[in-house]
Structure formats: C-alpha cells, structure tokens
C-alpha cells in the first residue's frame, strides 16, 4: 500500500520531457518533488506562476512565493509571475498539457467531484472547473477510500461535480487505474496489495485483465 509520498512519486513517472503541468492542492503539489532530473517540466499554477520547483527546505521559506493552495514553494531559474487573467488564458487556451488534481469521488466514466461537501463550508472552488474542462489529460490523486472505508471510486458521484468524463487515470493507494468506457481497468497494484483489495474497495465496475503487476515507485 503507498503513502502520499508513494502516490505522488507514481505520478511523477507519467511526467514527459516537456510538459507544461499543473498541480492541484494536496497531494499533487508533491510530484513536483520527485519528478526526473533527467527531464525539463514546466510547472504552472493558477495563482499565476510558470516553472515551479520543488517545497523550500524549512528556514529557507520565502512567504510572498505561494502555489495556489497558499504553500510556500520554490521556482527555477527563467520561472515567471503574472496575473490570474493571463494564467487561465493559459489554462483556457489548452496550453497545459497535464493536470493532476485531488479528488473526493471519480465516476467510472470519468466524472470527477474535488471540490463541495453540502453543509460544509467551503472558499470556493479555485480553478478546479476551468482545468478539468480545459486539460486533455487529467490524472487524479487519491486515496481509494474515505475515512469510513468507503469507495470512492464510484458507479456514479454523490457529490456535486467538478467535471463530466474528463478524468483518464487515477493513481491511488491501492492502484493505478484507467477510465475506459466500460469502467476502471485496472493496470498496476500497490506493493503488497492483492487485486481481491482492489475489488473490495472498488464500488464502480473494475475491470480485470491478465496478471496485474506490481507497481515500482
């Protein structure tokens, strides 16, 4: 079973030489940590930064440079800030090409729900709408279950929606998993985790192929 960090070194692995890449709040904000020296990535965020770098080292926080979730980060050389008008520009006009983002529920056709809980109060919804209708490939982080123990990998989300069949996979502590038309194919398992977990935490219909193999991170 993977941790956060487990979670997010797996989704550093779908990282390509080149991408421009957004990181939602939670657990995707750590790839930038463990994507491949040997690459060049160009992290944006929405509050208005292009060429992220990794979290600061504690003492060496700087705290007028923030992501989106108000977490001090640090940028690279050649990084640059601007306003949230020309950010969405760039979120709008598809020039991302990958959006990892958390999420409270994912559909098996790929629906995702990442930003209400009814009755609880919330600030907004950030720029969650504009990437999941903006992003061609969109991978969400998260854990399979919630604190009870239920799936959240649905047939059908309960919670109000952030975007409709927009996500492609989803990297959790129990697998790595495809939306297909006929559901979630599973594709990897977490280490020491048998595919009869997966099934047991799985609400949506999980579709199995051939031998599932383990994941490496």
């Known amino acids: 079973m993977l941790d956060k960090i487990g979670i997010a070194k797996r989704i550093a692995k ?4 080149g991408y421009y890449v957004n990181l939602g709040i ?42 989106a979730g108000k977490q ?12 949230s008008a020309t950010s969405f520009g760039m979120i709008r006009g598809k020039h991302v090409d990958l959006t990892i ?27 969650a709408m504009d990437l ?19 799936s959240k990998l649905l047939k059908k989300c309960s919670l109000p929606l952030t975007g409709v069949g ?3 996979k989803i990297v959790t502590n129990l697998a790595v998993l495809q939306v297909t038309p006929s559901g979630f194919l599973l594709i990897e398992r977490a ?12 609400e949506g219909t999980l579709i199995i192929k051939g031998d599932i193999p383990e994941m490496t991170v």
Request: aromatic share 6%.
């Open 26 to 67: 939670g657990i995707p904000t750590l790839v930038a940590n463990y994507v491949r020296d040997t690459i060049s990535v160009e992290f944006q965020s929405e509050n208005g930064v292009l060429g992220m770098g990794p979290f600061p080292y504690e003492g060496e926080e700087d705290a007028d440079i923030i992501n």
């Open 191 to 202: 280490p020491g985790v048998s595919v009869e977990d997966i099934k047991q935490a799985t």
């Open 166 to 168: 927009c996500v492609k």
């Open 14 to 17: 779908e990282v390509k030489d």
């Open 72 to 83: 001090t980060i640090t940028t690279l050389p050649g990084a640059s800030f601007f306003d």
């Open 132 to 150: 999941v209708a903006s992003a061609e490939n969109i991978i969400v982080a998260m854990m399979h279950t919630n604190k009870a123990g239920e």
């Open 101 to 127: 983002l958390g999420a409270m529920e994912v559909a098996e056709n790929g629906d995702i729900a990442n930003w209400k809980i009814p009755g609880k109060m919330v600030k907004g919804m950030g720029g």
